[in-house]
């Protein structure tokens, strides 16, 4: 696996909403359109979380599969398709339980919560993954999680139940 990123499309076939947006800040935010990721959950083995690879924003941290909005897509309609793009989540396997949305102004970001009906196997699809692994809500803490993933989920993980 290489420690740089795949080369981008040209501008005139990459999606528009594939582009960074900056804060007041300087900070910056993946996706034009803002950004979606789908908490995959199963009672029985736990959520779903990305190993992002190293040249990824935050890589090395672990999240949820998810990316950029395009314009006008939903963001549960976002967040299932990069699901399925990055980990191969089957959307008819999931009944959708909540929705989370950090909103900062000028980009937001929307969690959508989903418990798995069945136990799949994930499969990485994309270059942006290291690993992808089923993980016990008890062993989520121990993993050095992607900042926004690790500032919400105390949060998120009042809507999954045990």
């Known amino acids: 696996m290489s420690d740089r990123p795949p080369p981008l499309p040209p501008g005139h076939i990459r ?4 582009a960074w947006v900056y804060g007041p800040d300087g900070a910056k935010f993946w ?3 803002g950004a979606a990721g789908l908490l995959v959950w199963h009672p029985s083995v736990g959520i779903l979380l990305q190993h992002r690879v190293g040249w990824s ?3 090395g ?7 950029a909005r395009k314009q006008g897509e939903s963001a549960v309609d976002g967040a299932l398709r990069e699901a399925a793009e ?4 089957p959307a008819e396997l999931l009944r959708i339980i909540h929705t989370s949305v ?3 102004g000028y980009w ?3 969690t959508v ?3 798995a009906l069945e136990i799949f196997e994930p499969v990485i699809a994309d270059a942006e993954s290291a690993e992808l692994r089923w993980v016990p809500l008890t062993e989520v803490d121990v993993l050095p999680l992607h900042p926004g993933f690790g500032a919400a989920w105390s949060d998120l993980r009042t809507y999954l139940a045990e």
């Open 15 to 18: 999606d528009p909403g594939d």
């Open 61 to 67: 941290t672990w999240g949820l599969p998810g990316g």
């Open 108 to 110: 937001s970001y929307t």
């Open 57 to 59: 924003h935050f890589g």
């Open 31 to 33: 996706g034009r359109f």
């Open 113 to 115: 919560v989903a418990e």
């Open 102 to 104: 950090l909103d900062l």
């Open 86 to 89: 990055e980990a191969t989540v």
